[in-house]
């Protein structure tokens, strides 16, 4: 395998590594050595250790004393409080998006999303389902134009992406019900309605959390 600029080469090994971890390649308490990722792929020694540091930061693995790296557990526990942090953080953007949209050119990113989503429950593309849907995310960064929430997101993704795949994998009609959300959570962006979008963003944490916790408990 051959790594590429614009991303630093730890950056890419983290993400190719974080990739086989979100769709269950690499498996809970799995190890990850450094000499057999090293070897595998071609690089220095050096730069995975840089790449593990990174996917320790992004909650993808753990690195224990005298033991080394090895992929984190997904339990109740952390996908609770995952879910918890995490929508009161899209609720952050999205009264950003509500008190800033100025002319409905603004909201086209979002349109443009909606359109591409829906494209991938056609496809049945879960992984281009999942990365459309953090793009709304993305798309609402430059409204709250705070790089603390936007990095603190970022960091969050790819666990938050780990429980989508493994619940959508199990349930692929979850696709439909969450672009009924979204189509909510623009209405109310549309109505500048700040209770409503907060409403919207609460049910569908509860009820992704319930989904994940749910497949959990039938693995």
């Not at 994998?169 to 959570?185: D, H, P, V, Y």
């Not at 569908?204 to 693995?219: F, I, K, M, P, S």
């Amino acid at each position: 395998m051959t790594f590429k600029a614009p991303d630093s080469l730890a950056e890419q090994i983290a993400h190719y590594l974080a990739e086989r971890i979100i769709r269950g390649e690499l498996k809970e308490r799995e190890r990850i050595q450094e000499q057999k990722v090293t070897q595998a792929l071609n690089v220095s020694r050096g730069s995975v250790r840089e790449a593990l540091l990174i996917l320790e930061r992004r909650h993808l693995i753990v690195i224990l004393p005298r033991r080394g790296a090895q992929v984190s557990e997904l339990t109740p526990y952390h996908v609770t409080n995952l879910y918890a942090l995490s929508i009161e953080l899209y609720i952050m953007l999205a009264r950003a998006v509500i008190e800033r949209w100025k002319v409905e050119t603004d909201l086209a990113p979002f349109l443009d999303i909606q359109q591409r989503l829906l494209a991938s429950l056609e496809r049945d593309d879960i992984g281009a389902f999942v990365e459309g849907s953090f793009d709304v995310m993305r798309a609402a960064f430059p409204f709250a134009d705070n790089p603390y929430l936007q990095e603190t997101l970022e960091n969050l993704l790819p666990a938050i992406s780990r429980t989508y795949h493994l619940a959508l994998e199990r349930r692929k009609g979850e696709m439909g019900q969450f672009i009924g959300t979204f189509a909510s959570l623009l209405q109310a962006i549309i109505a500048r309605d700040h209770e409503r979008a907060r409403e919207v963003l609460l049910a569908y944490g509860e009820h992704n959390c319930q989904l994940v916790l749910a497949t959990l408990a039938e693995r």
